[in-house]
């Protein structure tokens, strides 16, 4: 019936399942059972992880959804100069967009656009010429000429004004940069990778993001998996940021087991920082950080499984 049986025939540990200690109930996919210092992570479809399970990769830890998209990101890069990522906040969309820019080389300039104030955007942008306002004293280049011959990474893509969504069209389609006050425009050779964690479309059907950029911008696109749906990564993530921390820093399995049974709204850049306020928690001496470390969260991803006894 789509369901897991799980029994437990008197063992000295006990056996949990979603964090609850049971003897005889059912399970469904996706449940967390803990048995000793195992966990399992029920399943009906192991065929993402046949190919190869989860790896440590220069720092970044790859479990086989996140592979498959670097793929993709990797196709798109050696056809063309446009890549959009899509993604819930927090899980690794700039990881994406470097990965991206090492198939082209040079600068990487990563913008923030939700950080940029609406009366700088244009400045930062496009750069300006000594006088072009008050306090001008020098020449100032744009992130778009810093990028040249590199990648631009436009993060939160959608914040930007209308109006700067025109002049930034234009210089797609021209490859040329007018700065403020500038007498003459200036080439310039620049991949551009852009991210939003919502939907791009909507925005376009709103007026608030102008179709014709949307079509330069918005394809090819990859849509970068919450961390909810690559809970196979979670362990290593845990032991890689305590790691980080203190060589020899270990996770203890109720921690591990507790940060699958997190919600993790704010995903990736959420949990590494929980984990390293639990393992401040633990202290400067300790070996092994512990669930009961992790503050206590607002909910879980789901509620504890009743036991069927």
Do not use: M
Not at 4 to 18: C, E, I, K, T, V
Not at 66 to 91: C, K, N, Y
């Amino acid at each position: 019936g789509g369901r897991w049986s799980l029994h437990d025939l008197d063992s000295r540990n006990g056996s949990f399942l979603d964090g609850l200690e049971v003897t005889s109930t059912g399970a469904s996919n996706g449940t967390v059972v803990r048995v000793g210092d195992s966990l399992l992570l029920l399943s009906e479809d192991v065929s993402a992880l046949q190919g190869g399970g989860v790896e440590l990769d220069d720092g970044v830890v790859l479990g086989p959804r996140l592979r498959t998209l670097l793929g993709e990101v990797a196709d798109a890069a050696r056809s063309g100069r446009i890549l959009h990522i899509t993604g819930e906040t927090g899980t690794g969309k700039e990881l994406v967009a470097r990965a991206f820019h090492r198939h082209g080389g040079g600068p990487f300039v990563a913008v923030n656009c939700a950080g940029v104030p609406a009366a700088l955007a244009e400045r930062l942008l496009f750069g300006a010429r000594k006088g072009a306002y008050s306090g001008a004293d020098a020449d100032s280049e744009g992130f778009l000429q810093q990028a040249h011959g590199g990648t631009l990474f436009l993060d939160e893509l959608a914040e930007l004004s209308l109006e700067v969504q025109a002049k930034l069209l234009r210089v797609l389609e021209t490859r040329e940069v007018l700065a403020l006050a500038a007498a003459r425009a200036v080439t310039v050779d620049v991949r551009v990778c852009s991210a939003t964690h919502g939907d791009l479309q909507a925005r376009v059907a709103e007026g608030k993001f102008r179709q014709d950029l949307y079509f330069r911008l918005g394809v090819p696109r990859v849509a970068l998996p919450a961390l909810g749906e690559r809970l196979e990564e979670v362990p290593w993530l845990v032991a890689h940021t305590l790691s980080a921390l203190r060589p020899g820093l270990a996770a203890h399995v109720s921690l591990v087991e507790a940060a699958l049974l997190r919600p993790w709204p704010g995903n990736l850049r959420e949990l590494v920082v929980e984990v390293r306020e639990a393992a401040r928690r633990a202290g400067a001496q300790a070996t092994r950080v512990e669930g009961q470390h992790l503050d206590a969260p607002a909910s879980l991803r789901r509620q504890p499984a009743s036991p069927e006894e």
